[in-house]
C-alpha cells in the first residue's frame, strides 16, 4: 500500500522523511488496533499547541526623529548648557522581549555626515502617572537613560553617566512610525 505521498524520484532527498513520515501516518491513524496511540498522539499535539498560546511576546517601538537639541553638563555654572541643535535624522528602536524590564534600545543618528550608534540592554522601566516611560539602559562600557514624554512627543537621552549625574543628553523631537500607525478600513458596499 502506497502512503499518502508518493515520489517516483528515488534519489530526491526529501524521499527518506516523506517515506518515513507515511509509515508513521499509516502506522498509527489508520491502524484500528492502535487508539492508545491515536490518543497520547492527540494529547501530545493539544499540549504542544497550548504551550505556543503561553510563547513569549516580543514588542518593538521604533520612533523618527529630524531635529535634536544637545547639552552638555557645565560644573561651574551647575546646569545643562545647550551645545547646538541638529536638523539631521535619528531612529530609536525599544525592542522588549517578554517584558518591559528585559530587551534592548538602538539610537541611531547621522551626526554632520558620520553615522552614530548607542545601544544597550534595558536594566530597568519605570512609569509615571502621565504614560511618560523611562528605560535604564546599560552596555559594556555605557549606563544611560531614555525618557518618553508622549505629550510633548520628545526623546530625553541621558549618557555618559560619572558617580553624580548624566554628563551629556539629547532631546529627540519623535514621531512614531508610520508603518505602525497606518489603519486600513475597508468598505464594503
Known amino acids: 500500500m502506497k502512503g499518502f505521498f508518493y515520489i517516483k524520484n528515488k534519489y530526491c532527498v526529501f524521499y527518506r522523511f516523506f517515506l518515513l513520515f ?25 499540549l504542544f499547541v497550548a504551550l505556543n498560546t503561553f510563547a513569549q ?18 560644573n561651574q555654572v551647575q546646569k545643562y548648557e545647550l551645545k547646538e541643535t541638529e536638523y539631521e535624522h535619528s531612529i530609536i528602536d525599544i525592542r522588549e522581549i517578554g517584558s518591559k524590564t528585559n530587551g534592548y534600545i538602538v539610537i541611531s543618528m547621522v551626526d554632520n555626515g558620520i553615522s552614530r550608534l548607542h545601544h544597550g540592554s534595558i536594566k530597568n522601566f519605570a512609569q509615571t502617572a502621565d504614560n511618560e516611560g523611562t528605560w535604564l539602559l546599560q552596555s559594556k562600557n ?29 532631546i529627540f523631537n519623535v514621531s512614531p512610525d508610520e508603518l505602525q500607525t497606518i489603519k486600513t478600513v475597508a468598505k464594503v458596499d
Open 22 to 46: 507515511n509509515d508513521v501516518l499509516l502506522y498509527f491513524y489508520l491502524d484500528k488496533s492502535n487508539s492508545v496511540m491515536k490518543t497520547k498522539f492527540t494529547i501530545l499535539f493539544v
Open 57 to 74: 511576546i516580543d514588542t518593538q517601538k521604533r520612533f523618527q526623529s529630524d531635529t535634536r537639541k544637545y547639552y552638555v553638563w557645565n
Open 142 to 170: 555605557m549606563k544611560a537613560k531614555l525618557t518618553y514624554n508622549p505629550q510633548e512627543n520628545t526623546m530625553t537621552y541621558l549618557y555618559e553617566a560619572d558617580n553624580d549625574r548624566y554628563n551629556r543628553l539629547i
